[in-house]
């Protein structure tokens, strides 16, 4: 099962603010943020593995809702290098596997 | 410092053809991933190994899907009698076992099948 992300879409002024929001219907052990630009691999932003845990990654944190089942990713003070398709990926808890299953993405565009 | 590399970066193939995919993760890295990828899409797991061993299979991968990593080191994709709906871009991820297992993508090839 997919998660969902939400918004699918979002438009930015530089320096404005962005919530991107990933859930699930399967426990998680552990919810990844990747960046991908067109025609490029998927950039590894952060990991998180601990209910409630929060990671920062110069203007861009991402918080664990384990209970929930749900992670978001915020920027803050967007750049135009921020653009790109934002992706979820989640490890479920139930198999163990190591193997992520991603959501559809997110497309952040940021204009000047 | 290199990170995951794969080869080629493109491939174009007739339908019924075979193709195989090289890829090189990071050096240090003992688990290696296999992905595939359509337009608008999450990347979607196909098979992953820990050293040379191939630990899980998607149910998706078909039979025509083979993986080796036949040394733990690098690994080998191969899809035979390709079809049109093969085309996509297939990516090679790379991890360690311990920690956190941050995966690390390399470029992908792209994938078109006439």
């Known amino acids: 099962q997919q998660p969902v992300q939400s918004p699918q879409a979002v438009i930015l002024r530089e320096g404005e603010d962005a919530v991107i929001n990933c859930s699930s219907s399967k426990a998680l052990y552990s919810v990844h943020w990747y960046r991908q630009k067109h025609g490029e691999a998927p950039v590894f932003l952060m990991i998180?593995?601990?209910?409630?845990e929060q990671k920062g990654h110069e203007k861009i944190s991402a918080s664990f809702n384990e209970k929930k089942q749900q992670s978001s990713l915020y920027l803050t003070a967007s750049q135009l290098s921020y653009s790109g398709t934002y992706f979820c990926?989640?490890?479920?808890?139930?198999?163990?596997?190591?193997?992520?299953?991603f959501g559809s993405g997110t497309r952040l565009q940021v204009q000047p | 410092d290199t990170g995951v590399s794969q080869d080629p970066r493109h491939k174009i193939t007739k339908r019924g053809q075979n193709v195989t995919f090289r890829c090189d993760p990071i050096?240090?890295?003992?688990?290696l991933y296999w992905y595939r990828q359509t337009l608008g899409q999450g990347p979607e797991f196909l098979t992953y190994f820990q050293n040379e061993a191939q630990l899980e299979k998607s149910r998706l991968l078909s039979d025509r899907f083979s993986a080796e990593r036949p040394k733990g080191s690098f690994s080998t994709l191969e899809i035979q009698r390709t079809e049109q709906g093969d085309s996509a871009m297939y990516l090679c991820?790379?991890?360690?076992?311990?920690?956190?297992?941050?995966?690390?993508f390399g470029p992908g090839t792209r994938l078109t099948v006439l």
């Open positions: 990926g989640t490890g479920a808890k139930d198999t163990g596997r190591r193997a992520l299953t």
């Open positions: 991820a790379s991890s360690l076992a311990e920690g956190g297992g941050e995966q690390f």
């Open positions: 998180l593995l601990k209910g409630g």
């Open positions: 050096s240090e890295h003992n688990r």
